[in-house]
């Protein structure tokens, strides 16, 4: 069996492949015997134009014609973030052909109560965020819950801010996401595979941690918690998970 070379990154909600900031790159220096691709999802950035699926699987289907298209058909890993993750786990489950090992960051699914997988502090964030058209303003609604390290908020505001500014997105897509997500269980196939590897926050102010803790207790998969940082990881302390990375990928 040939190595796989190829490791694809995956946003969250209403996330776009530009809210990763210097990660990508990051990790490409650390990993060059990796290609690393970031791929959208539907309906934002690159794939504004196109409607999200209301489904995990039809989004899933989409994003693997796009990530056979940026691998060339190599098999690859996957990182995703969220619902970058819910959307990681579909994908090994109806495409184990094409995928390696899923690492999955601060997600949730259907197992765990509505007020735990989004916070019920942040709803109302969340929404406000949805309806905004200022662009700035919508991203600075939401980096407070995303990130518990002063610093990274400093450099995600700034980096996100030069991202609003350009970022598209169609206009059905929080409603088309968020429903996605809220039927979401993992495939039953997946209990004890050491193909998953789960990371979690126990600062986590967007998305409590208790959802990860429910998907290990029911599906067995190893996992690292995480003791302070936030939801996005890749801001909050990139080191620590470039490390984790570097040991599940190795």
């Known amino acids: 069996m040939s190595a796989v070379t190829d490791i694809i990154l995956l946003r969250g909600l209403?996330?776009?492949?530009?809210?990763?900031?210097?990660?990508?790159?990051?990790?490409?220096?650390?990993?060059?015997?990796?290609?690393i691709h970031c791929v959208e999802l539907p309906g934002i950035g690159e794939e504004a134009s196109q409607a999200s699926p209301l489904t995990l699987k039809g989004i899933a289907e989409k994003v693997n014609a796009k990530a056979q298209e940026k691998c060339a058909g190599r098999k690859s890993h996957i990182v995703g973030v969220s619902?970058?993750?819910m959307v990681g786990l579909e994908l090994v489950?109806?495409?184990?052909?094409?995928?390696?090992?899923?690492?999955?960051?601060?997600?949730?699914?259907?197992?765990?109560?509505k007020t735990k997988r989004l916070r019920?502090?942040?709803?109302?964030?969340?929404?406000?965020?949805?309806?905004?058209?200022?662009?700035?303003?919508?991203?600075?609604?939401?980096?407070?819950y995303l990130a518990n390290s002063t610093t990274a908020q400093k450099a995600m505001e700034e980096s996100w801010e030069r991202t609003a500014k350009d970022l598209k997105m169609h206009p059905l897509?929080?409603?088309?996401?968020?429903?996605?997500?809220?039927?979401?269980?993992?495939d039953e196939k997946l209990k004890n595979s050491t193909q998953i590897y789960l990371l979690h926050s126990l600062g986590d102010l967007f998305v409590d941690p208790s959802c990860?803790?429910?998907?290990?207790?029911?599906?067995?998969?190893?996992?690292?918690?995480h003791p302070w940082a936030g939801h996005d990881l890749a801001w909050d302390d990139p080191e620590w998970l470039l490390t984790e990375i570097q040991s599940f990928f190795s």
Request: glycine fraction near 6%; aromatic fraction near 12%.
């Open 93 to 113: 489950s109806l495409f184990p052909e094409n995928y390696g090992k899923v690492l999955v960051i601060n997600t949730s699914s259907a197992l765990s109560p």
């Open 83 to 85: 619902l970058g993750g």
């Open 120 to 144: 019920w502090q942040v709803w109302s964030r969340v929404l406000a965020a949805a309806l905004q058209t200022n662009k700035v303003k919508r991203e600075a609604l939401v980096i407070p």
């Open 212 to 225: 990860s803790e429910v998907l290990i207790k029911e599906y067995h998969w190893p996992f690292k918690t």
């Open 14 to 35: 209403l996330r776009s492949q530009k809210h990763w900031g210097p990660f990508p790159e990051e990790m490409q220096k650390r990993f060059p015997e990796f290609k």
């Open 173 to 186: 897509l929080p409603v088309a996401q968020l429903r996605a997500a809220s039927g979401f269980v993992p």
